[in-house]
Nanobody, 120 residues
Framework: QVQLVESGGGLVQPGGSLRLSCAASGTIFRLNAMGWYRQGPGMQRELVARITTGVSTDYADSVKGRFTISRDNARNTVYLQMNSLKPEDTAVYYC??????????????WGQGTQVTVSS
């Protein structure tokens, strides 16, 4: 079984910063692409940022230049550094990982979500 545990959410003022972390554990043989998604009130879940096993990254246009995704493969952890936060960044942020497990099964896994609220 594979678990993804997020941390680092909270309340921040506009213009502030937060760093989200997501640690993967369990029957992991290989972590492929990892990413962050978010779902705001009344909104559909959307991709925020994604990183492959190398250094290739993708970002939503709305966060380019403000957010940075990175990963530590030795720790099976992905990070999302969020700077210059805006009220419209308020959402539940979910970690996502494409995992090949010990039993040669490849599947997509999700974390439980962490709330980010940007408000004065």
């Amino acid at each position: 079984q594979v678990q993804l545990v997020e941390s680092g959410g909270g309340l921040v003022q506009p213009g502030g910063s937060l760093r989200l972390s997501c640690a993967a554990s369990g029957t992991i043989f290989r972590l492929n692409a990892m990413g962050w998604y978010r779902q705001g009130p009344g909104m559909q879940r959307e991709l925020v940022a994604r990183i492959t096993t190398g250094v290739s990254t993708d970002y939503a246009d709305s966060v380019k230049g403000r957010f940075t995704i990175s990963r530590d493969n030795a720790r099976n952890t992905v990070y999302l550094q969020m700077n210059s936060l805006k009220p419209e960044d308020t959402a539940v942020y979910y970690c996502n990982a494409d995992v090949l497990d010990w039993y040669n099964r490849r599947d997509e896994h999700w974390g439980q979500g962490t709330q980010v609220t940007v408000s004065s």
